[in-house]
């Protein structure tokens, strides 16, 4: 997987308002592939990453030719590259919560 969001910057999107709104971009309709987080509390608080849900996260790996059946080892091998920062970590939408996968933002 490309640590470069370049390849795939028409495909991010600003931080959706609610859950359903990232369901429905980045699962449901698939028009982007993650969104802009910044958290505002904890060891994270400024620091500036990619969410991806689960679905998205598979077809970036797909792009660069994984296939599904070798996801679980791709998103592992992501994480020990350090190139996923946080697996499964929970993002805070208005009032709901979802789990996403972290990417270091190396936009910035």
Known sequence: MSSDPSR???????????????????DENKSALAFRYIPTKGN???????????ASLLRLFQRD?????????????????VLIVKLSKP????SQT???????????
Request: contains cysteine.
């Open 65 to 81: 030719g994984l296939k599904e059946e070798w996801y679980e080892l791709g998103k592992k091998q992501a994480a020990e590259m």
């Open 44 to 54: 994270d608080k400024g620091k500036q990453f990619l969410i991806f849900f689960n």
């Open 8 to 26: 795939f910057a028409d495909e991010i999107i600003p931080k959706p308002l609610t859950c359903e709104e990232a369901t429905l971009f980045l």
């Open 91 to 94: 993002v805070k939408l208005g």
């Open 98 to 108: 979802f789990s996403g996968f972290w990417i270091a933002d190396r936009k910035f």
